[in-house]
């Protein structure tokens, strides 16, 4: 026998957003700065994202998400290429940073140019530099696809990690 399972639109549940967040923080995830040089800016734009994962081998995707209320994001959409830096263990005070809500969240930051022209963070576990190719409405976020250009590792350590509301290395995540 087949059951038949009713359509999305069919369902009416309404998930407590606490609970959501409650359970959803139970998934680690990476931490990662997505940044760009703006013309209309003389200091880099960015923002953080704990959303970028691969997507695709052929060709090279990524794939993140960014908040609709995101005032960094048009900025970096703006310039079409950016560099996303994976955050190492350890760089908690950079996510911090580009967290903030200021005109130069780079201050104090330690970066560097990619051959894109794309700021990448020093001491980065890893770093994709790639152009945004597609975005697609997601609820309360945008979901960004975008083209891998260049990419390869960083320092030796492990990444920054996102877990049940706290940040840390990935022994710090299990424990």
């Known amino acids: 026998m087949t059951a038949t399972l009713p359509l999305a639109s069919d369902i009416t549940t309404q998930i407590d957003q606490l609970h ?3 359970v959803m923080g139970h ?24 959303t970028f994962q691969s997507l695709s081998l052929d060709p090279a995707l990524v794939t993140f998400s960014v908040a609709h209320t995101s005032t960094s ?9 950016l560099s996303a830096s994976v955050l190492a263990a350890g760089q908690e ?14 201050d104090g930051v330690d970066w560097a140019l990619s051959d894109n022209g794309s700021p990448r963070i020093a001491g980065a576990h890893a770093w994709i530099d790639c152009e945004v190719a597609h975005e697609f409405d997601g609820g309360d976020h945008v979901i960004v696809i975008a083209r891998v250009l260049s990419m390869d590792v ?10 049940r509301g706290r940040l840390g290395g990935l022994r710090d995540a299990v424990a």
């Not at 994001?73 to 290429?81: I, T």
């Not at 005070?93 to 780079?106: I, M, N, Y």
Request: hydrophobic share 40%; net charge positive; with cysteine.
């Open 20 to 22: 959501y967040r409650t």
């Open 27 to 50: 998934l680690p995830t990476g931490v990662v700065v997505l940044a760009v040089m703006n013309s209309d800016y003389d200091h880099p734009c960015g923002l953080v994202v704990g």
């Open 73 to 81: 994001w048009p900025k970096v959409r703006a310039a079409g290429r």
């Open 93 to 106: 005070p950079v996510c911090g940073a580009l967290s903030r809500k200021q005109t130069d969240k780079f």
């Open 154 to 163: 960083g320092i030796d350590s492990e990444p920054l990690v996102f877990h």
